[in-house]
């Protein structure tokens, strides 16, 4: 059994920031990427920001500038450092991770339940 768990989320002005976190656990060999993505009513989960296992990110357009991603592997923990929130951030956050877990070999996608993150003055 894998579990990602998400915290972090709330409600902030605009300009304001929030750090997300997500952590795994279970049977757990190693994880390979992991990232966050986001999803508002009606629409798609669209992704966020990415990062490797050795630290390599990649990020959307519209966060390039204002979010981080950040991971520690020892911790199974991702984070997103969101400064310069806008109204139009608003949204469930999720927490993804590719997991290998014991007896596999081959890493499978796992998802954290989600985070509201709301942007409004």
């Known amino acids: 059994q894998v579990q990602l768990v998400e915290s972090g989320g709330g409600l902030v002005q605009p300009g304001g920031s929030l750090r997300l976190s997500c952590a795994a656990s279970?049977?757990?060999?190693?994880?390979?990427?992991m990232g966050w993505y986001r999803q508002t009513p009606g629409k798609q989960r669209e992704l966020v920001a990415t990062?490797?296992?050795?630290?390599?990110?990649n990020y959307v357009d519209f966060v390039k500038g204002r979010f981080t991603i950040s991971r520690d592997n020892a911790k199974k923990m991702v984070f997103l450092q969101m400064n310069s929130l806008k109204p139009e951030d608003t949204a469930v956050y999720y927490c993804?991770?590719?997991?290998?877990?014991?007896?596999?070999?081959?890493?499978?996608?796992?998802w954290g339940q989600g985070t509201q993150v709301t942007v409004s003055s």
């Open positions: 990062i490797t296992s050795d630290g390599s990110t």
């Open positions: 993804n991770a590719q997991v290998r877990r014991y007896f596999s070999v081959r890493y499978d996608p796992y």
């Open positions: 279970g049977s757990i060999v190693s994880t390979n990427a």
